[in-house]
């Protein structure tokens, strides 16, 4: 464990995951998400070493490496190049504001799960070095310079959302998300009796590696074909369902279905919002497994695992909503249930995941919580 009043390291830092209620894989494409901080989180710990090299140690992996300040270059090891290209890119900002320095790091968040371990880990050394060396970078800096650390070092062409929710999240409240323009409005986080559970698959997913680039890139295609007939659209997510379908036949199949998927997905995301704000949680839920059927059979981001654990909620009236999140590919559902049936829902979807996958299935409660901070 990582002692919180350990004297040999001057900050520490608490950098957490986050969930995302609605808005899923439109990011990227411009559009509106729905994503919140979380109480799982990254713990680190940082001290000045007086030296032109950065020690890393990572209590989970129990794992150790060296950065040489003066040649920064991508890692064969994957953790390491998170931490790697976020010096990186802070030196593109800011140059040799950063210097040697040791750093312990310590997670409950389980990796590859759509909780945003990444971008917990990138602004939780963002921010600790910002405030070890008094660099001086905003908060947006530290969210777009992490997100560039994913796409140089790492290789996930991801959206903001997640580097913004880590950094920006606030207590018991869900962040409305343009990610075309970064404005954002706080929602208060009021779901009655129904409680946030997370479900998690133990599909692992490595996005990096998985369809999410592909992903983007059939959205990028969509959206040039669009353009040259309505050449005033610059992101996908702007571009109404009603115009899309006029490029079904023109599209091949799959992009027309992803640029449905996102057109309809960010309109989701506001309606979500606005019956939030009418406390109608039923007309909520009911956008959520909307949400993962057009993941599904239009995005085609899910898996079998994810699909059985959505299915089996569906006619059980104590579970208000429920769909996959995150990248996909693996990972959790995020579930709304009646408090009264929690329990016993848990033991049954337990057995009935084991039953049919023989894998453990993980719920994880979440609690909304404060972004990345120093403590
Ligand atoms: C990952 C990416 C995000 C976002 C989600 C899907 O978490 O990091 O930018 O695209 O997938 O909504």
Redesign the pocket.
């Known amino acids: 464990m990582v002692n919180n009043q350990n004297p040999k390291f001057d900050i520490t830092i608490e950098s957490p995951g986050r969930i ?1 209620l609605i ?6 494409s411009g559009g509106n ?1 729905l994503p919140a901080a979380i109480d799982r989180k990254i713990t680190l710990r940082f001290k000045k070493n007086k030296t032109n090299f950065c020690s890393i140690f990572s209590t989970n992996f129990k794992s150790h490496f060296n950065i040489d300040l003066n040649n920064i270059a991508r890692s064969e090891t994957e953790w390491h190049n998170y931490i790697l290209g976020v010096i990186f890119h802070i030196n593109v900002l800011k140059p040799d504001s950063v210097r040697g320095f040791d750093c312990e790091i310590e997670s409950n968040l389980p990796l590859g799960s ?1 909780i ?1 371990s ?2 917990a880990l990138e602004c939780g050394i963002a921010k600790g070095l910002n405030e070890l060396f008094e660099i001086g970078l905003t908060d947006i800096q530290i969210i777009t310079l992490s997100k560039d650390a ?1 796409h140089t070092f790492v290789g ?1 062409k ?5 580097q913004f929710a880590v950094v920006k999240g606030k207590k018991n409240h869900l962040l409305q998300l343009n990610c075309a323009t970064l404005e954002h409005k706080l929602i208060k986080a009021d779901f009655g009796d129904y409680k946030v559970v997370l479900l998690n698959t133990n599909v692992a997913h490595n ?1 990096a590696s998985s369809e ?1 680039n592909v992903r983007r890139d059939e959205c990028q295609t969509a959206l040039e074909v669009i353009k040259r007939k309505y050449p005033n659209y610059t992101l996908l997510a702007q571009v109404k369902p009603k115009i899309i379908k006029e490029f079904k036949k023109v599209l091949p199949e799959k992009i027309y279905d992803r640029a449905l998927y996102v057109s309809k997905e960010n309109r989701r995301t506001l309606k979500a919002v606005k019956t939030l704000e009418e406390n109608d949680l039923k007309h909520f839920g009911e956008l959520l497994y909307k949400s993962h059927s057009g993941l599904t059979n239009r995005f085609e981001v899910s898996c079998k695992e994810l699909d059985f654990l959505v299915d089996y909620t569906k006619n059980l009236d104590y579970v208000i909503g429920s769909r996959m999140m ?3 590919f693996g990972g959790c559902t995020i579930n709304l249930v009646h408090k009264d049936h929690f329990d016993s829902f848990l033991g049954n979807i337990q057995a009935a995941y084991q039953e049919k996958f023989e894998i453990d299935l993980i719920p994880i409660s979440v609690v909304i919580s404060d972004g990345t901070r120093k403590i």
Do not use: K
């Not at 808005?23 to 990227?28: I, N």
């Not at 991801?158 to 997640?162: F, L, Q, R, S, V």
């Open positions: 995302n808005g899923e894989h439109v990011d990227y998400v759509g945003s990444s971008a994913e996930t991801c959206g903001i959302m997640d996005l999410y995150g990248g996909g």
